[in-house]
């Protein structure tokens, strides 16, 4: 079992910068791809960014390319999500999911990111 815990969101004007981390305990991750995921009011959970087990290759949404990054610190069994140029539509709450293989398996509480006008 794998156990994550997110922190850093918060309220932040367009334009601004968070950074959020998703802390992993109970197991080790740095074997696993990790991945951030998003979920607005009303909408759909959506793929936000991944990154595999050395860090040596990410993969983004298109709607945040350029402004945000994934990394990962596997000796603190960590990742963190970079968020740069905030914008309204950014305005969820964040998740952290670990993928063991072909899916998603565990997941965090999330935290919640507000990105005012």
């Known amino acids: 079992q794998v156990q994550l815990v997110e922190s850093g969101g918060g309220l932040v004007q367009a334009g601004g910068s968070l950074r959020l981390s998703c802390a992993a305990s109970g197991r080790t991750t740095s074997s696993y791809v990790m991945g951030w995921w998003r979920q607005a009011p009303g909408k759909a959970r959506e793929f936000v960014a991944a990154i595999n087990r050395n860090g040596g290759s990410t993969t983004y949404a298109d709607s945040v390319k350029g402004r945000f990054a994934i990394s990962r610190d596997n000796a603190k069994n960590t990742v963190y999500l970079q968020m740069n140029s905030l914008k309204p539509e950014d305005t969820a709450v964040y998740y952290c999911?670990?993928?063991?293989?072909?899916?998603?398996?565990?997941w965090g509480q999330g935290t919640q990111v507000t990105v005012s006008s």
């Open positions: 999911a670990v993928r063991p293989g072909l899916s998603y398996d565990y």
